[in-house]
T-cell receptor
Framework: GENVEQHPSTLSVQEGDSAVIKCTYS??????FPWYKQELGKRPQLIID?????GEKKDQRIAVTLNKTAKHFSLHITETQPEDSAVYFC???????????FGKGTKLSVKP | KAGVTQTPRYLIKTRGQQVTLSCSPI?????VSWYQQTPGQGLQFLFE???????NKGNFPGRFSGRQFSNSRSEMNVSTLELGDSALYLC??????????????FGPGTRLTVL
């Protein structure tokens, strides 16, 4: 079945630096890759997503890249701010199965 | 539109009991998925319902079941509770219209503690 590996599990950066989180997936049939941000005690919130026919997508300080050949996708956050501190989850959607498979999450800490 | 809602927000049960959790999707959304979130295992898919039918199922024992009503509201039931069932249970809804894939929006979750 599909497996999604996410690295690193924890990431600490200084305010203003960039943060990069990487995920790999195993099922070549996966066609949709969302990223969720979960603050402590709150629900996961979608921050950006990318579909398999697109290589890169950007939304202000957040960007996601997808390499279908290598089966990996990455989240890039530039000019990090303390409010970016949260757990970030990547996921892959298997169209044939119809469900999201999540990575284990990355706890991002942005130090002022 | 109102977001996804879940009730109750917190539950405390003892081993052997059963529990029912409820999820109301965003108006117009017909797909409801359920996930279990624990510190050790992360977010794990339980099952998905679409138009009152279970369309997909994860690798959980038969003690975990669910259903969906004609208004798209969904319930999940866990029977014979075990300590390991303590977790945050999240539901997510999507429109699942003509597209094969639609964004999933999460509810706030139900925190279940089994003593």
């Amino acid at each position: 079945g599909e497996n999604v590996e996410q690295h690193p599990s924890t990431l600490s950066v200084q305010e203003g630096d960039s943060a990069v989180i990487k995920c790999t997936y195993s099922d070549s049939a996966s066609n949709y890759f969302p990223w969720y941000k979960q603050e402590l005690g709150k629900r996961p919130q979608l921050i950006i997503d990318i579909r398999s026919n697109v290589g890169e997508k950007k939304d202000q300080r957040i960007a996601v890249t997808l390499n279908k050949t290598a089966k990996h996708f990455s989240l890039h956050i530039t000019e990090t701010q303390p409010e970016d501190s949260a757990v970030y989850f990547c996921a892959a959607f298997r169209g044939s199965q119809g469900n999201l498979i999540f990575g284990k999450g990355t706890k991002l800490s942005v130090k002022p | 539109k109102a977001g996804v809602t879940q009730t109750p927000r917190y539950l405390i049960k003892t081993r052997g009991q059963q529990v029912t959790l409820s999820c109301s999707p965003i108006s117009g959304h017909r797909s409801v998925s359920w996930y279990q979130q624990t510190p050790g295992q992360g977010l794990q898919f339980l099952f998905e319902y679409f138009s009152e039918t279970q369309r997909n199922k994860g690798n959980f024992p038969g003690r975990f079941s669910g259903r969906q009503f004609s208004n798209s509201r969904s319930e999940m039931n866990v029977s014979t509770l075990e300590l390991g069932d303590s977790a945050l249970y999240l539901c997510a809804s999507s429109s699942q219209g003509q597209k094969l894939v639609d964004t999933q929006y999460f509810g706030p979750g139900t925190r279940l503690t089994v003593l």
